[in-house]
T-cell receptor, first 113, second 109 residues
Framework: DTEVTQTPKHLVMGMTNKKSLKCEQH?????MYWYKQKAKKPPELMFV???????INESVPSRFSPECPNSSLLNLHLHALQPEDSALYLC????????????FGPGTRLTVT | RKEVEQDPGPFNVPEGATVAFNCTYS??????FFWYRQDCRKEPKLLMS???SGNEDGRFTAQLNRASQYISLLIRDSKLSDSATYLC??????????FGTGTRLKVLA
């Protein structure tokens, strides 16, 4: 099973709302990632968790707050977002030592109004 | 110079044609290389890893040239369903993957 699932598929939120994106994988991968992708651009790395610990934060604004409750789950908490944060948010997972490629979820398409 | 560069295309080819994409990378210490395909408004899907010895999966062949720092993807007997954006990805450390901007392929009937 090479599936990564994400919920919700679509999300519309106002600039004062708080919402969360969820990601789950059951491949036994110990590295999980959040990416942001704008139209016609490649994915941009936001965060990496390795063995449930935050390994990389690519200087992401604090209005995005990641959380890794366990080895299968990854959340992204959103608060006070701006319209320019509207994008496709992709979760991915990989084996912890890298070198084996990442598997992406279908993404959450976020619109901030 | 960008870390990973691809020709954005689009490459418009007829069904049955053979098409090749190249991707250059700047960090000579890079150790892992991949090709992904991404359909419009969908997630990237891992197509194949690229090994030093080259590798083939059906109609798809990937090659790595470390001396010239590029990887290539060859698609034989193109199908309409091959139309997508092909992303070159280079490993840059344990958890960092650098994405190229992608090459758009359109296979025409």
């Amino acid at each position: 099973d090479t599936e990564v699932t994400q919920t919700p598929k679509h999300l519309v939120m106002g600039m004062t709302n708080k919402k969360s994106l969820k990601c789950e994988q059951h491949m036994g991968h110990r590295a999980m990632y959040w990416y942001k992708q704008k139209a016609k651009k490649p994915p941009e790395l936001m965060f990496v968790y390795s063995y449930e610990k935050l390994s990389i934060n690519e200087s992401v604004p604090s209005r995005f707050s990641p959380e890794c409750p366990n080895s299968s789950l990854l959340n992204l908490h959103l608060h006070a977002l701006q319209p320019e944060d509207s994008a496709l948010y992709l979760c991915a997972s990989s084996q912890a030592l890298g070198g084996t490629g990442q598997y992406f979820g279908p993404g959450t398409r976020l619109t901030v109004t | 110079r960008k870390e990973v560069e691809q020709d954005p295309g689009p490459f418009n080819v007829p069904e049955g044609a053979t098409v090749a994409f190249n991707c250059t990378y700047s960090n000579s210490a890079s150790q892992s290389f991949f090709w992904y395909r991404q359909d419009c408004r969908k997630e990237p899907k891992l197509l194949m890893s690229v090994y030093s010895s080259g590798n083939e999966d059906g109609r798809f062949t990937a090659q790595l040239n470390r001396a010239s720092q590029y990887i290539s993807l060859l698609i034989r007997d193109s199908k309409l369903s091959d139309s997508a954006t092909y992303l070159c990805v280079v490993g840059a450390g344990t958890y960092k993957y650098i994405f190229g901007t992608g090459t758009r392929l359109k296979v025409l009937a």
